[in-house]
T-cell receptor
Framework: KAGVTQTPRYLIKTRGQQVTLSCSPISGHRSVSWYQQTPGQGLQFLFEYFSETQRNKGNFPGRFSGRQFSNSRSEMNVSTLELGDSALYLC?????????????FGPGTRLLVL | AQSVTQLGSHVSVSEGALVLLRCNYSSSVPPYLFWYVQYPNQGLQLLLKYTSAATLVKGINGFEAEFKKSETSFHLTKPSAHMSDAAEYFCAVSNSGAGSYQLTFGKGTKLSVIP
């Protein structure tokens, strides 16, 4: 069974631009979460989606948004990019939401904002 | 709010020596705890998880962790380090609130293995 896939793997943007990242969960998984990883802040939760609904959002500005499609694939968008948005963005999927559920992570999209 | 503290941002061990990576959590409810490993330029891979079934949890690659409620700890151990264990390790606790779920991670511990 294929793992979580994320595209693109690497991205370079300039300040002020916007970017869209894509995540395809493991087949059959319906819950998708996004995390931002930076050297300074570590791993921080961005959003969680289940059944096309955003169920929770972390402490990030409104420039960060996302959505989930009927096939469980998810996208996240960052508008008006800032230098501080440079990070590894990780997507994770689980069968269903739940504290006991294992979240399986993709390889991430590394975003560099110049 | 739940939180995770990993003691030691960098740990070095000799090949063949015991690996001990420390994790303490705070939680107002029974926690679900996870250890993940991240190799350079890769995502996170699950090593093991605690879901209250047993206090000693065995994971992949010879790692195990023991849940100690009295100490609010979930330390990761491996009897004999291998060069391939060099990576960054993250302890995480699963939060729930209003029916949503997220992982709260520690800052990570980078493990170096000296030949």
């Amino acid at each position: 069974k294929a793992g979580v896939t994320q595209t693109p793997r690497y991205l370079i943007k300039t300040r002020g631009q916007q970017v869209t990242l894509s995540c395809s969960p493991i087949s059959g998984h319906r819950s998708v979460s996004w995390y931002q990883q930076t050297p300074g802040q570590g791993l921080q939760f961005l959003f969680e989606y289940f059944s096309e609904t955003q169920r929770n959002k972390g402490n990030f500005p409104g420039r960060f948004s996302g959505r989930q499609f009927s096939n469980s694939r998810s996208e996240m968008n960052v508008s008006t990019l800032e230098l501080g948005d440079s990070a590894l963005y990780l997507c994770a999927s689980s069968l269903i939401p739940g504290n006991q559920e294992t979240q399986y992570f993709g390889p991430g999209t590394r975003l560099l904002v110049l | 709010a739940q939180s995770v503290t990993q003691l030691g941002s960098h740990v070095s061990v000799s090949e063949g020596a015991l690996v001990l990576l420390r994790c303490n959590y705070s939680s107002s409810v029974p926690p679900y705890l996870f250890w993940y490993v991240q190799y350079p330029n890769q995502g996170l891979q699950l090593l093991l998880k605690y879901t209250s079934a047993a206090t000693l949890v065995k994971g992949i690659n010879g790692f195990e962790a023991e849940f100690k409620k009295s100490e609010t700890s979930f330390h990761l151990t491996k009897p004999s380090a291998h060069m391939s264990d060099a990576a960054e390790y993250f302890c995480a606790v699963s939060n729930s609130g209003a029916g949503s779920y997220q992982l709260t991670f520690g800052k990570g511990t980078k493990l170096s293995v000296i030949p």
